[in-house]
């Protein structure tokens, strides 16, 4: 069985919950639905999407499964031990679930009403480590950074309502509190699987 011929009906379940709109209760059902893509070990795997080599500087790959315009993107996404990144939304909903290996999520909230653009003031929510059996998911505005510790590389399903590569408004916050663009100034390109 092929890749594709299991991706692309999970992406027409996305979609027709997509297409009737997306709230925490909707997040929940594609959980479910990327939970079970997720045990099709023989399809994702480290062998069909090998890890970064550290040695070449590589932190993060990120493997880009279908190109169907605006739609729901599905990634399959490897870090390295030591990867970590800004909080940042995602201005779109967003779920996380794993393969293998361990990512850890602080979940936070903005303590500032959003007035002065280039500046946020954070409070830490939550964390969650996501592995096999733990997943996160998250609407547009939610705020989340991820370190990933130990020893182990990870492969995590990541699936956003609209492909990251067309996302303008995402914004990550510095540890001063500086607003930037995450997109321009965090975000490295991703690897289009669909065409290997």
Known sequence: MSRDSVIQPFLAQVRTIHERGVDR??????????????????LFNFEH???????TGDTQFRYRLNDDGESPTLYVNSLLPGKATLPHNHETWAIIVAIEGQELNRVYRRKDDGSHPARASLVLEREVVV???TSVAFLGEDLHGICVEGERPTLH???YGRPLELLEKRYGV???GTVVNYNKSQMAP???????
Do not use: C, M, N, T
């Not at 999407?49 to 040695?55: E, R």
């Not at 991703?190 to 290997?196: G, H």
């Open 25 to 42: 209760a909707a997040l929940q059902q594609i959980v479910l639905l990327l939970e079970g893509l997720a045990e099709r070990r023989e």
């Open 131 to 133: 592995q096999p059996g």
């Open 190 to 196: 991703s690897i289009q699987a669909y065409e290997l």
């Open 157 to 159: 399903f990541h699936l």
């Open 174 to 176: 510095k540890d001063d």
């Open 49 to 55: 999407f090998p890890a970064p080599d550290a040695a």
